[in-house]
């Protein structure tokens, strides 16, 4: 039954939809809700909204404090409706309710970072090399940005883009994944409560050639943060072409998890249990190939087939749950051929591999694949699923050498017990982020994006600020002598 309706959030106001389509519960594979499906037109209204907040709104003059003020009241705002987000996520997305929950109510620390640091961000006075010339350096927000962020981890991956946006004084339109949008839409309803002057946030979703597009290319917008799969990423580019809006990536990745014969062989277990069957696999940062030190292969793989035959999959509203369905049918579709195609060439099935027996809903067992080859599809391609591919290495070159060969470069771990081993590893991987014996961690505080097509650019930290201002240098002349020779550059 479709029984509830979201709205786009555009300057200021809920829309009533001029076109909706279906949001369906990948726990049931039925549609439970109809979602507002954004047309090249509101995307017009947006982007003039946040383009009129920018330079003639309120917002214009609201000042670094008190941005600040409205993102850490924004991050009260989340904290304090976890709960109601998560339920939505979760119906919406399959992502169990035990990570939602906990998940959103972080997303609040994320803004009051990016609320603390809105008046901590200064430009700058140049001990310029002319003694009657006085020059600062004003630091100064970009402009309009289009955010866009794929399903899963919406709130999230949107905080990463609009606390520095806002706190850098930007305004922003955040297109929502058409898989999946309730969160966000609902999220709306706290960034008006919070008191944000119309226009300077707008939220909507729709799909990709058409919604998407117009936004990424509109030539009101200056800044686009995307974060999706790398054949969007390539589209998106495409579509900056027309208005050369300055633009950072955070896309896919093949992670390796590198676990020694040294480590903790029981911690790195647990460790490569969440780093893939977390999120049922639907985690950029998934840890997707595991190489392991061949004298303690057989031990270790048969602790993970223990381990992931015993993880309780089902109903993403039940707290027991441990693993859900996948987001949606497609994706399902998508795993299913490439197991189909990496067993056909060679690969041995630990565990897994099939539809467990439950309802309707999108499921798919915990699944590990002994390859053997680097060649295969499994090895090589993002399923965004769970699926964890095996390879064995004799030595910490050849383990060096399987991590780094990946087009991608996210995430990685390495599991070891000696400190000199985990330095070079940690020094030589081809990945923004490098775990020493954990994994799946992530802050406010640290950077996080990709080498490679796993992205460009950073966001979280201390920089990801400045990624949403440009400079301008500003020249006085000091002394009350006239220009002595106007055909020589000064
Ligand atoms: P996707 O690339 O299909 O979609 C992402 C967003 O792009 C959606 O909102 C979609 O509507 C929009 N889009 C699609 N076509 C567009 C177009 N032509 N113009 C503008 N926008 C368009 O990604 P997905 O399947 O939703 O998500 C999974 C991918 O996201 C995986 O590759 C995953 O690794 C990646 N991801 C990366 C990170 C990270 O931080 N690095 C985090 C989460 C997910």
């Given at each position: 039954m479709t029984?509830?309706?979201?709205?786009n959030?555009?300057?200021g106001?809920?829309?009533?939809?001029?076109?909706?389509?279906?949001s369906?519960?990948?726990?049931?594979?039925?549609?439970w809700?109809?979602?507002?499906?954004?047309?090249?037109?509101?995307v017009?209204?947006?982007?003039?909204?946040?383009h009129?907040?920018l330079?003639?709104g309120?917002?214009?003059?609201?000042?670094?404090?008190?941005?600040g003020k409205?993102?850490?009241?924004?991050?009260?705002?989340?904290?304090?409706?976890a709960?109601?987000?998560?339920?939505?996520?979760?119906r919406?997305?399959g992502?169990i309710?035990?990570?939602?929950?906990?998940?959103i109510a972080?997303?609040?620390?994320?803004?009051r970072?990016?609320?603390g640091?809105a008046?901590?961000?200064e430009?700058?006075h140049?001990?310029?090399?002319?003694?009657?010339?006085?020059?600062?350096?004003r630091?100064?927000?970009?402009?309009?940005?289009?955010?866009?962020v794929?399903?899963?981890?919406?709130?999230?991956?949107s905080?990463?883009?609009?606390?520095p946006a806002?706190a850098?004084?930007?305004?922003?339109?955040?297109?929502?994944?058409?898989?999946?949008?309730?969160?966000l839409?609902?999220?709306?309803?706290?960034?008006h409560?919070?008191?944000?002057?119309?226009?300077t946030?707008n939220?909507?979703?729709g799909f990709g050639q058409d919604c998407?597009?117009?936004l990424?290319?509109?030539p009101?917008?200056?800044?686009v943060?995307?974060?999706?799969?790398?054949s969007?990423?390539?589209?998106?580019?495409?579509?900056t072409?027309?208005n050369?809006a300055?633009t950072?990536?955070?896309l896919?990745?093949k992670?390796p998890?590198v676990v020694?014969?040294d480590a903790d062989?029981?911690?790195?277990?647990?460790?490569v249990?969440?780093?893939?069957f977390?999120?049922?696999g639907q985690?950029?940062?998934?840890?997707?190939?595991?190489?392991?030190?061949?004298?303690?292969r057989?031990?270790?793989?048969?602790?993970?087939k223990?381990?992931?035959?015993a993880?309780?999959?089902?109903?993403?509203?039940?707290p027991?749950?441990?693993?859900?369905?996948?987001?949606t049918l497609?994706?399902?579709?998508r795993?299913?051929t490439i197991?189909?195609?990496?067993?056909a060439a060679?690969g041995?099935?630990?565990?897994g591999?099939?539809?467990?027996?439950i309802?309707d809903?999108?499921y798919?067992?915990?699944?590990?694949?002994?390859?053997?080859n680097?060649?295969?599809?499994?090895?090589?391609?993002?399923?965004?699923?769970?699926?964890?591919?095996?390879?064995?290495?004799?030595?910490?070159a050849?383990?060096?050498?399987?991590?780094?060969?990946t087009?991608f470069?996210l995430a990685?771990g390495?599991?070891?017990s000696?400190?000199?081993?985990?330095?070079r590893m940690?020094?030589d991987?081809?990945?923004?982020v490098?775990?020493?014996?954990?994994y799946?961690?992530?802050?406010?505080?640290?950077?996080?994006?990709?080498?490679g097509?796993?992205?460009?650019?950073?966001?979280?930290g201390?920089?990801?600020?400045?990624?949403?201002?440009?400079?301008?240098?500003?020249w006085?002349?000091?002394?009350d002598e006239?220009?002595?020779?106007p055909?020589?550059?000064?």
């Amino acid at each position: 039954m479709t029984d509830a309706l979201f709205r786009n959030f555009i300057d200021g106001r809920f829309d009533e939809p001029s076109a909706t389509f279906d949001s369906v519960d990948p726990s049931t594979g039925a549609p439970w809700a109809k979602m507002p499906a954004a047309s090249e037109a509101d995307v017009d209204r947006a982007v003039g909204a946040a383009h009129r907040a920018l330079r003639s709104g309120p917002w214009r003059t609201t000042t670094a404090s008190a941005r600040g003020k409205l993102l850490v009241r924004l991050g009260d705002l989340v904290a304090a409706n976890a709960g109601r987000l998560a339920e939505l996520e979760t119906r919406d997305t399959g992502k169990i309710i035990r990570e939602t929950r906990a998940q959103i109510a972080y997303v609040g620390d994320y803004y009051r970072y990016y609320g603390g640091l809105a008046d901590k961000h200064e430009g700058a006075h140049v001990p310029i090399d002319k003694a009657d010339l006085d020059v600062t350096i004003r630091r100064e927000p970009i402009g309009v940005v289009a955010a866009v962020v794929p399903w899963n981890s919406q709130l999230f991956l949107s905080a990463v883009k609009l606390g520095p946006a806002l706190a850098a004084g930007c305004t922003v339109v955040l297109k929502a994944s058409e898989d999946g949008p309730a969160p966000l839409l609902a999220f709306a309803e706290l960034v008006h409560e919070a008191g944000f002057p119309a226009g300077t946030v707008n939220i909507l979703t729709g799909f990709g050639q058409d919604c998407g597009r117009r936004l990424t290319s509109h030539p009101l917008v200056s800044r686009v943060a995307f974060t999706g799969g790398p054949s969007t990423a390539r589209t998106i580019v495409r579509n900056t072409a027309e208005n050369l809006a300055y633009t950072t990536l955070e896309l896919g990745g093949k992670s390796p998890v590198v676990v020694f014969a040294d480590a903790d062989l029981e911690s790195a277990a647990n460790a490569v249990v969440a780093g893939i069957f977390a999120a049922t696999g639907q985690s950029c940062v998934a840890g997707s190939r595991l190489l392991i030190e061949r004298p303690v292969r057989q031990e270790f793989l048969g602790r993970l087939k223990r381990k992931a035959e015993a993880i309780r999959i089902g109903d993403p509203q039940d707290p027991a749950t441990e693993m859900g369905p996948l987001a949606t049918l497609r994706q399902r579709d998508r795993i299913e051929t490439i197991v189909a195609e990496s067993l056909a060439a060679g690969g041995t099935l630990v565990t897994g591999g099939k539809r467990p027996d439950i309802g309707d809903g999108f499921y798919y067992a915990p699944t590990i694949i002994d390859a053997g080859n680097i060649n295969l599809p499994c090895v090589r391609e993002e399923l965004f699923g769970p699926v964890l591919s095996v390879l064995a290495f004799d030595s910490e070159a050849e383990a060096l050498a399987l991590a780094n060969d990946t087009p991608f470069g996210l995430a990685s771990g390495v599991f070891t017990s000696n400190l000199g081993k985990a330095h070079r590893m940690a020094r030589d991987i081809h990945a923004g982020v490098v775990w020493v014996n954990t994994y799946r961690a992530v802050s406010p505080l640290v950077p996080f994006g990709g080498y490679g097509l796993s992205g460009l650019g950073r966001e979280g930290g201390l920089d990801a600020i400045r990624d949403y201002t440009r400079s301008k240098s500003v020249w006085i002349k000091t002394s009350d002598e006239p220009i002595p020779d106007p055909f020589v550059m000064r």
